[in-house]
Structure formats: C-alpha cells, structure tokens
T-cell receptor, first 114, second 116 residues
C-alpha cells in the first residue's frame, strides 16, 4: 500500500528566507505522481506543484520547486523568498498510476515570522 | 466563479439525524472525489466517480455513507444516522481525465459538519 510521510509537524521561518518541507513516499509503483497542496486557515486546498517519478527534471512553479530524489523516495518542497502569506498548512500527496485517488501526508504547519 | 462549489459550507446536526452535502465540480471535469479531513490531519479519500460511475470506495465509507452522481455532473454525499465521530470537514475535488491519471485535483471550500 502507498504511504506519504511528512515528519515536520511545524516550522518557523524568517520572512524572505528559503524553506524546505520534507516528504517521503513509499510505493511499489514505478510511475508515481507527487503533489503539494497549501491549506490556509480559510480551509481551501490550493494546488502548488506536481512531479512525476519518471520526470527527469525537478518541477518548478514560481517560488515553488520540488527537490525530487527518486533513490531516496523523497519529494521535498522548496519555497524561495518566503512571504508572510506563505503561512499555512502544507500537504504532500501521492497517487499511483493504477488509481486516480491521491493519498495525503499529515501535513506541516509553516509559520513565517516578520 | 468556475471553481468547485460545495453546499452547505457548515452543517450542525444532532446525533442520529441524516445529512446530505452537495458538490458541483468544474463543468468540464469528468472525475469527482470526496475526502474527509479531521482536525490536524490530511484529507482521507472516501470515494471517486468517473462521470456517473462510482469507481472506488474507501473502507472508511461505512454503510451509513452513500454518494451519488446521477447525471455525471453534481454529486451528493449522504450520511445517515450521524455519529459524533462523523464531525469533520468534507472536501470535494474534481479533475479532468485528459492527460492521464495525474491531473491536478481542484478542491472546493468544503462542508464542515458538527454532530452534537
């Protein structure tokens, strides 16, 4: 069975610094999809970035990038130049090629200090 | 607004009552998902539709839960004989089938259920 693990329950970062949120996955599917979502206090789930385990290059979307290391089965999210508005819960999620559902990790609460 | 919408946004009910939630996906999306999220946890998958067909159900979906998507557009999630343990945020998401299984899922704002 697939599993997503986020080991950082909470993180505090100074504004304008870069931050890395950790995520590891466990699956036997060689074609696995990894997603990151942001959930502000308002509750909505906002898609940030996607990476397929078969992709050769790390995905980037604006200030978000994915540090994907297939051998370690890790898909860490890097946020550059953090902003106060980045304060939120961040969820890593994954999906197998044989199914359309995605499995979420337990999340990391990121707090940006001014 | 062309995003995923859910109704109601909040529902307070007494234990033993039935409740029904509605989800309207993005119009061109043929896949629809229901998730449940309890405080401090990530969303847990409940069930998934492709068009009107319910293709997968989680074992979390007990006999008291039923979901429908009769015309392949909006979906309803009904909980019968609610229990206090059903208190959670119920999230709906939709995605397009085009491009393979890894399409981004767009989430609605959720329905927060409180069972007294």
């Amino acid at each position: 069975a697939q599993k997503i693990t986020q080991t950082q329950p909470g993180m505090f970062v100074q504004e304008k610094e870069a931050v890395t949120l950790d995520c590891t996955y466990d699956t036997s599917d060689p074609s696995y999809g990894l997603f990151w979502y942001k959930q502000p206090s308002s509750g909505e789930m906002i898609f940030l970035i996607y990476q397929g385990s078969y992709d050769q290059q790390n995905a980037t979307e604006g200030r978000y990038s994915l540090n994907f290391q297939k051998a370690r089965k890790s898909a860490n999210l890097v946020i550059s130049a953090s902003q106060l508005g980045d304060s939120a819960m961040y969820f890593c999620a994954g999906g197998e090629s044989s199914a359309s559902k995605i499995i979420f990790g337990s999340g990391t609460r990121l707090s940006i200090r001014p | 607004d062309t995003g995923v919408s859910q109704d109601p946004r909040h529902k307070i009910t007494k234990r033993g009552q039935n409740v029904t939630f509605r989800c309207d996906p993005i119009s061109e999306h043929n896949r629809l998902y229901w998730y449940r999220q309890t405080l401090g946890q990530g969303p847990e998958f409940l069930t998934y539709f492709q068009n009107e067909a319910q293709l997968e159900k989680s074992r979390l979906l007990s006999d008291r839960f039923s979901a429908e998507r009769p015309k392949g557009s909006f979906s309803t999630l009904e909980i019968q004989r609610t229990e206090q343990g059903d208190s959670a945020m119920y999230l709906c998401a939709s995605s397009s089938q085009a491009g393979g299984p890894y399409n981004e899922q767009f989430f609605g704002p959720g329905t927060r259920l409180t069972v007294l």
